[in-house]
């Protein structure tokens, strides 16, 4: 069974940083897509953007050119940087796996726990 474990979160500043971590176990980390997601409270969750198993990234439009995803397969881990956060930019983040070879590619769906990000003066 996939175990995803997000760490990073916390409060700051507009304007500042924070990079996110998402520990993978259970499975083999190199079969997966992985994916960051956010939902504000209140709202529901959406996708920030993703990497496949080749490295390939793609990004939500409100994000690209501030949010970086890239993945270490020797440490099993998932990053996501974020610059030049915004008030709006509040929410819990979510990492997600999603199997990217057949069989079954596109499914097998696994979330972790998500981690609070706030960004406030």
């Known amino acids: 069974q996939v175990q995803l474990v997000e760490s990073g979160g916390g409060l700051v500043q507009p304007g500042g940083s924070l990079r996110l971590s998402c520990a993978f176990s259970?499975?083999?980390?190199?079969?997966?897509?992985m994916g960051w997601y956010r939902q504000p409270a209140g709202k529901q969750r959406e996708l920030v953007g993703g990497?496949?198993?080749?490295?390939?990234?793609n990004y939500a439009d409100s994000v690209k050119g501030r949010f970086t995803i890239s993945r270490d397969n020797a440490k099993k881990t998932v990053y996501l940087q974020m610059n030049s956060l915004k008030p709006e930019n509040t929410a819990v983040y979510y990492c997600?796996?999603?199997?990217?070879?057949?069989?079954?590619?596109?499914?097998?769906?696994?979330w972790g726990q998500g981690t609070q990000v706030t960004v406030s003066s």
């Open positions: 997600n796996a999603r199997r990217d070879v057949l069989p079954n590619k596109g499914s097998n769906n696994y």
């Open positions: 259970g499975s083999i980390f190199r079969l997966y897509a």
């Open positions: 990497i496949v198993s080749g490295g390939s990234t």
